[in-house]
């Protein structure tokens, strides 16, 4: 498929510009260019041809933030299969399940990842014909950089553009993979992500993009490769340090940076003199999303680095896009923006419309479809008869338009930007055998904007005390079956949990 005259994919930018980088790694230095980029994924992509992977097919990638991030994607986002990034902070059996349940054919994963890729289930391998890994050897899988060697370069076979299958954990605490359709329009046309990078945030080929977090989230990934189908280059933090982001910025002249809340009171816990002895006069946007951002909070931003904050709110789904600016925010502070696809309806628990300024469920109209992938029941439930989606968000409209999120209908917690649903703790926790109940929510955290809390109910005569000890046996217990970050950083031991005769938790009884 030829590439279409917008260019807006890597092949069209690698004739333009090969000697350009098209990434760059911080603070390492390690540089891909657009050509060399080009010639590794063409290489990739002629792989996965010769080995049976066709447009709608599933590769998996399970790498750190690394180059070879890129050369997958892009391998991808020539052959028409969906790419699934998957968290390197996942449990064994938490990746091997979205292994197994994308379907994917392909996987491509680190060699400093081999201990939880030899930990999967087989089951969940089953159905990956094609294991690669970079960086060293795993056992079962084929060095992906001796692979391409001994491919010729030329043309893809039935190139077509790619998509992503991102997954978000659901209320339950199981994952879901999210399918949007694949779009028929030739290799590299216009894409509704850069139509918003372009209009809302200023890219253009000469853009640097910084990009501090994992890029298994959807915005990192996203961002990074919109910005290199424009031509811009993407810097990438190994890991996020906030003196190293500020280096950054200067080292690299960078013009677009995108951040969390978490990043952002970070950062500006670095002494004045620490902050200021940076060169960060080449930022033109500082973008900010992914979790509610305290209002002072951004007030200091703003009034450090001055009033190019610009804020969004959306989700993996796709469905709902807001947007606002620094003097719109100034003047609705709190707010996450106007919506800038479909009106947005405020509803209460029966569908019906609520009245401007009535708090209620945030419902979008859309015509971005998606489904979770093989789940029919969770997507009928994210869409009614009207053709409106919604992200479980809780919220209102004022009169103006302008959207403020004041809760999330599943009690989903948001630590650093990091989406932790309280089922899958709360699930391992009351196996403990000095458990009797257990709730777990999200408490406000100065730094990370909330931490998971665990409110435990002991059993009587439990062989455990309700004290500094027991909280602490009972955070190891869950650390031992699940990752870290979703387990508790504090433990508060009542007397009775508030539950109603049905069972149903009312977890906004734990917290006054």
């Not at 298994?216 to 810097?235: E, F, I, K, M």
């Not at 978490?262 to 950062?267: A, E, N, S, V």
């Not at 670095?270 to 509610?292: K, M, N, Q, T, W």
């Not at 979770?372 to 409106?388: A, E, I, L, M, Q």
């Amino acid at each position: 498929m030829p590439v279409h005259e917008a260019g807006e994919h890597l092949a069209a930018r690698a004739r333009l510009t090969p000697d350009k980088p098209a990434v760059v790694m911080a603070p390492g230095g390690e540089v891909r260019t657009f050509g060399r980029l080009e010639d590794t994924s063409v290489r990739l992509a002629r792989l996965l041809r010769d080995r049976g992977l066709r447009t709608g097919d599933h590769l998996a990638v399970l790498v750190d933030n690394e180059p070879a991030f890129f050369d997958a994607v892009w391998a991808a986002m020539r052959t028409g299969l969906y790419v699934t990034p998957i968290n390197w902070h996942l449990t064994a059996a938490e990746a091997g399940y979205i292994v197994g349940d994308c379907d994917a054919t392909a996987l491509v994963v680190s060699a400093r990842l081999a201990p939880v890729v030899e930990a999967m289930a087989p089951a969940d391998l089953a159905g990956v014909s094609t294991r690669l890994c970079v960086g060293g050897d795993i056992a079962g899988f084929e060095r992906m950089e001796d692979l391409l060697a001994g491919v010729e370069p030329g043309e893809v076979p039935d190139e077509h553009d790619g998509g992503w299958m991102f997954y978000s954990s659901g209320t339950t605490g199981r994952p879901k993979g999210i399918l949007p359709p694949m779009s028929p329009e030739p290799l590299g046309a216009p894409s509704f992500l850069g139509r918003m990078l372009t209009g809302l945030f200023g890219f253009d080929a000469d853009s640097v993009y910084l990009s501090p977090a994992p890029l298994y989230h959807a915005a990192p990934a996203g961002w990074t490769v919109g910005t290199q189908r424009l031509g811009g280059t993407a810097v990438v933090m190994e890991r996020f340090d906030p003196l190293e982001l500020l280096a950054a910025v200067e080292a690299h002249r960078v013009t677009h940076v995108q951040l969390v809340p978490t990043h952002m009171i970070r950062l500006l816990d670095l002494p004045a003199a620490e902050r200021d002895r940076f060169d960060l006069g080449s930022l033109r946007y500082v973008i900010h999303a992914a979790a509610p951002c305290p209002v002072e909070v951004k007030r200091r931003f703003i009034d450090w680095v001055g009033p190019i904050v610009h804020e969004f709110y959306s989700g993996s789904e796709g469905a709902g896009f807001c947007y606002i600016g620094p003097e719109e925010w100034l003047a609705h502070p709190g707010s996450v923006g106007r919506s800038m696809t479909g009106a947005i309806h405020v509803l209460d628990a029966g569908g019906n419309e609520l009245p401007v300024g009535e708090e209620g469920e945030v419902w979008f109209e859309t015509n971005r479809p998606f489904e979770y992938h093989k789940d029919p029941g969770t997507t009928r439930s994210v869409w009614n008869d009207r053709g409106w989606s919604w992200m479980g968000d809780v919220g209102r409209v004022d009169a103006d338009g302008y959207l403020y999120l004041t809760d999330r209908a599943s009690h989903m917690i948001i630590s650093g930007g990091v989406n932790i649903y309280p089922r899958e703790a709360e699930d391992v926790l009351i196996g403990h055998p000095a458990v009797a109940d257990v709730g777990v929510l999200g408490v406000p955290d100065p730094e990370m904007g909330e931490r998971v809390c665990a409110f435990v109910q002991l059993a009587p005569g439990a062989e455990l005390a309700a004290d500094d000890a027991g909280a602490a046996e009972l955070v190891a217990w869950c650390r031992d079956r699940l990752s870290h970050y979703k387990c508790p950083r504090e433990v508060r031991f009542v007397d009775e949990l508030p539950r109603l005769p049905t069972g149903k938790l009312l977890k906004r009884l734990l917290v006054v």
